[in-house]
């Protein structure tokens, strides 16, 4: 194996499964103050359905001769990096229903196409991860489509819930393809089939149409269906806040971090005893 290809799919596949990880925080945030007890379960369900991604993209990363405390040390120094949306607060209950819909749809369109990726363990992480994104996207539309005909107050908290979470969604899908630096290889080496602009235009078309059946507005006066190209135009991403947000200047980015330092200092005596015990059992054969 080359060891450029080889060290590009250690960045992607450790930056995918650390998003994983971290974006447990946001939606954990809101785990005791859900609504009913349906709405309680199925986001504790879907919190775990992330803690398994992450377990799937560590083991394939394992793969390529890194170990997972290694890919973990990483994360925890802030050498390695994390999807930017998982860096925005979650302010109300129905930013559980934006992030379903926006954040793990965005997050579907860069991923189905992983499952035809030229890394055979990766590509078939992802088949299982792509089916279980596909669900929480639908769970998603489902609490906010509730809110859409409640009370105006209910409305009015997933408008601004979409509003707040539909910028940091189209940068999910990185830079523009001129100036993203590893795209172009990457889509050479068949780790990626299709370019972050392909990818935003795809979903911007999608959610365009989505939203209509809310009965509700993206936050962008430039959008509108340009029949010539048969796509929908949209407005120009600040990609400034973008910047920010990678280098750590995010509303979040410290909290999060903390947060992933402070569960892995505690649970060293879990890792500890699993240790001896793997220890024990292997002197005992």
């Known amino acids: 194996m080359p ?36 709405r309680k379960v199925a986001l504790l369900a879907k919190i775990q359905d992330e803690a398994g991604h992450g377990l799937y993209l560590y083991s394939a ?14 994360l925890l120094s802030g050498k390695a990096k994390y999807s930017s949306i998982f860096n925005y607060p979650t302010l109300t209950w129905a930013d559980m229903g934006a992030v379903g819909w926006l954040v793990d749809g965005a997050a579907i369109m860069n991923q189905v196409a ?24 639908r769970q998603g539309f489902e609490l906010l489509l509730t809110l859409s005909k409640g009370t105006p107050e209910q409305h009015a ?10 910028w940091p969604s ?4 990185g830079p523009n393809d001129s100036d993203s630096p590893h795209s172009a290889q990457s889509m050479r080496w068949k780790i990626k089939r299709y370019s972050n602009d392909t990818l935003r ?18 936050p962008d006066p430039d959008l509108r269906w340009n029949e010539e190209r048969g796509h929908y135009d949209f407005g120009t991403i600040d990609w400034t806040e973008f910047n920010e947000v990678l280098k750590g200047n995010g509303p979040c980015n410290r909290e ?11 649970g060293a005596w879990v890792r500890e005893a699993a240790m001896a015990h793997a220890a024990k059992r292997q002197q005992s054969f």
Request: hydrophobic residues 40%; aromatic residues 10%.
């Open 3 to 38: 060891e450029a290809y080889r060290k590009t799919l250690i960045r992607q596949i450790s930056q995918h499964a650390h998003s994983e990880v971290v974006g447990m925080l946001p939606e954990g945030n809101w785990i005791t103050r859900a609504p009913s007890l349906r």
């Open 61 to 74: 990363a394992e793969t390529l001769g890194i170990s997972r405390e290694e890919l973990y040390n990483e």
């Open 114 to 137: 992983l499952c035809k990726c030229s890394y055979g363990p990766y590509a078939r992480a992802m088949v299982r991860v792509c089916k279980e994104e596909s669900f929480h996207q």
């Open 157 to 166: 908290m997933a408008q601004d819930a979409i509003n707040r979470w539909w």
């Open 170 to 173: 189209m940068m999910m899908f």
């Open 201 to 218: 235009q795809k979903f911007v078309d999608m959610i365009a149409e989505q939203i209509k059946v809310l009965n509700m507005t993206l």
């Open 256 to 266: 999060r971090l903390a947060a992933r330092r402070k569960a892995w200092e505690e």
